[in-house]
C-alpha cells in the first residue's frame, strides 16, 4: 500500500526528509530500550506521544538523558523527567571526562569531543592547550567555572563555531599539507562512560510497522 504524505504548501528536501526517517528510528530505538530495562511494553500511540513531547532534543543529548535517566532512576521516566535532567550532573561528567582526556591525549593532539557542549565549554575557557595547562591551585575555582559554563550552553543551544572541534599545539598530528594550509585528523573523545542501552531480543518488533512505513516513505 503506497503512503501519501499530506502536501505542506513547503517542499522538503531529500535530506531533510532522510534525516528525519534516521532521527525517528534512532528516537524509537531509545525508548524501546528503556522499555527493556523498565519492563515496560511500547506501544505505537506511547512512542508518538514521547517523540512529539521531544522530538527537539539531539539524539546524542537524549540517549545519554536516557542513560542518566537509568544509572539513578528506578522507574520509567515520563517525557519531562527526560526533560529535567539534571544538568549539574551532566556537566560534572562533562568535567571529569575532559580530565581524562587531558591525561590521555595531552595538550599537543587536536580533540573533538563527542558532546558539542564540551567542545564550547573549553573554547569559552580559552582553548584546550590552555585548560591542559591551567594552574593546579585555581582547580577548585576552574571547575566551579567549566560547570557553570557548560550549564549556560546546555540549555542556550551552540553555534557551528562553538561546537567546532579543539585544536592542540602540534602539527605533528597526523597533518597533511594541502596548499600550505594544515589540516589534522581530530581525536575523538567520548564523553560520558555511561551503561549502553541495548534491544533484547525481539525488540525489533516494537513499533515495526512504525519502522516500516518511514522507512518506505
Known sequence: MTHHKP??????????????????????????????????QITDEM?????????DIPIWRLKAIAASHVACNRFWPTPSELRGVNPSAD???????????????????????????????????????????????????????????????????????????????????QVERDGGRITSSKVVVRKIAAPKLINSEGGEDVWSHEKARIATD
Request: glycine share 6%; charged share 25%.
Open 7 to 40: 502536501t505542506t504548501g513547503k517542499l522538503e528536501s531529500p535530506n531533510s526528509s532522510m534525516d528525519e526517517k534516521r532521527h525517528r528510528l534512532e528516537f524509537a530505538s531509545i525508548i524501546e530500550s528503556l522499555g527493556v530495562v523498565y519492563d515496560r
Open 47 to 55: 512512542l508518538a506521544v514521547y517523540f512529539e513531547c521531544l522530538r
Open 91 to 173: 556537566a560534572v561528567r562533562a568535567w571529569d571526562a575532559s580530565n581524562a582526556a587531558l591525561h590521555i591525549h595531552g595538550m599537543y593532539r587536536h580533540v573533538d569531543f563527542e558532546d558539542p557542549v564540551v567542545n564550547a565549554t573549553i573554547r569559552h575557557l580559552g582553548g584546550w592547550p590552555e585548560f591542559c595547562t591551567r594552574d593546579p591551585k585555581n582547580e577548585t575555582w576552574t571547575r566551579k567555572e567549566f560547570i557553570q559554563v557548560y550549564r549556560s550552553l546546555a540549555s542556550s543551544g551552540l553555534t557551528a563555531e562553538q561546537a567546532a572541534p579543539l585544536p592542540g599545539l602540534s602539527e605533528a598530528n
